[in-house]
């Protein structure tokens, strides 16, 4: 069996130790080697030939973003982000997902356990292995969507329409390139994007700085309307509820679903139950299984469903699992997806 080597680049010894006496439990992966800094994990990324990394981002000699950039430039990676718990950090992370970081963890802490995070980190790992990173050369920008495109779109009534999705591996990228396509006046939006807790402020506020819609991270109680997008925050499941003709989302804890909190299937599950055919449900990349009985649910209740297609995904997982139930009424390209959504609403 071959087995996945991994590189750890962090500043702390107490980390490295930790994630190496971790990740040496499992058969199919092996530590190759740790780096204290960008300079030395350079050199041991020619020697050692990793296929995966895992990065702190505040580090000394050089930051772990501007290290980023140059190995997506020159010798691109899976590398999964692991940060600290912080406004700096959750931003810092978020910025590295748009460079070309496939995931992005929390470094243990008293509210983050070490066993927990170390289940996430493997099955990360695990799926990001094999992912064909491709080149970044700077200035090389994605075709912008102007508002005035956006704007133009016709789209019909939207009354008590629900939009619902789901994400983890990749997904950021994947939610970002849908969000900036829906025009202000498209029905009111829930997602679930599989990040840690306080990174998913930062996030929302992000999506808000880029999209037509306004995009704020969730609160218990939260209504949804036209023209809003609420993310599910990190460690929190969230529920869609409906009072008379209001929906409102309810924010709470709960067990892991899928090693999730928040859980694609815990959202999906409430959107069947409350929203039925007026809701439709859409599945991006991401790993493993979770969304997929959840959409299924959505279809059986009448709502509509959308696939990412295997070309567009990081990690074909999710929407394969959604696909294989028979839960998708359409496999579409990322790129399509927004517009799809809209003439299916």
């Known amino acids: 069996m071959k087995r996945i080597k991994v590189l750890v680049v962090d500043d702390s010894a107490v980390v490295r130790k930790v994630f190496t006496e971790e990740l040496s439990r499992e058969n199919d992966i092996e530590v190759v080697g740790t780096a204290p800094d960008p300079y030395i994990a350079r050199d041991r990324i020619v020697q050692l030939k990793p296929d995966v990394i895992t990065l702190d981002i505040e580090m000394p000699r050089m930051d772990g973003i501007t290290f980023l950039r140059k190995l997506m430039r020159y010798y691109p990676l899976p590398v999964i982000i692991v940060s600290s718990l912080t406004q700096k950090g959750s931003a810092l992370a978020l910025e590295a997902l748009s460079i070309g970081a496939l995931e992005v963890l929390a470094k243990p802490s008293a509210a983050y356990s070490v066993g927990d995070m170390s289940v996430q980190l493997i099955d990360k790992i695990r799926a990001v292995a094999t992912v064909k990173v ?22 019909a009534a939207t009354t008590n329409k629900i939009i619902a999705i789901g994400a ?5 990228e994947a939610l970002r390139n849908v969000l900036e396509r829906m025009p202000p006046s498209s029905p009111g939006i829930v997602v679930v994007q599989h990040m840690p807790a306080k990174f998913t402020t930062s996030f929302a506020e992000r999506l808000d700085s880029l999209c037509e819609m306004h995009v704020k991270e969730a609160e218990d109680g939260d209504t949804v309307t ?59 990349t991401g790993m493993g299984a979770d969304g997929a009985d959840g959409l ?48 299916m609403i």
Do not use: W
């Open 226 to 284: 036209n023209g809003k997008v609420l993310i599910a925050p990190g460690n929190y499941h969230m529920l869609l509820k409906r009072s008379g003709a209001r929906y409102y989302v309810n924010v709470k804890t709960g067990p892991l679903i899928h090693h999730q909190r928040p859980a694609v299937d815990v959202l999906f599950n409430s959107v069947s139950k409350y929203a039925g055919a007026n809701a439709l449900g859409i599945i991006l």
């Open 168 to 172: 983890s591996t990749g997904g950021t």
């Open 134 to 155: 491709q080149k970044k050369i700077p200035g090389a920008e994605e075709k912008a969507v102007t508002k005035a495109s956006i704007s133009s779109r016709a789209l």
């Open 296 to 343: 299924l649910r959505m279809k059986e209740a009448g709502a509509k469903t959308i696939a990412q297609d295997k070309d567009s995904c990081v990690v074909f997982g999710m929407p394969r699992e959604a696909i294989k139930r028979g839960a998708a009424d359409k496999i579409v390209n990322i790129d399509m997806i927004a517009q799809t959504a809209l003439n």
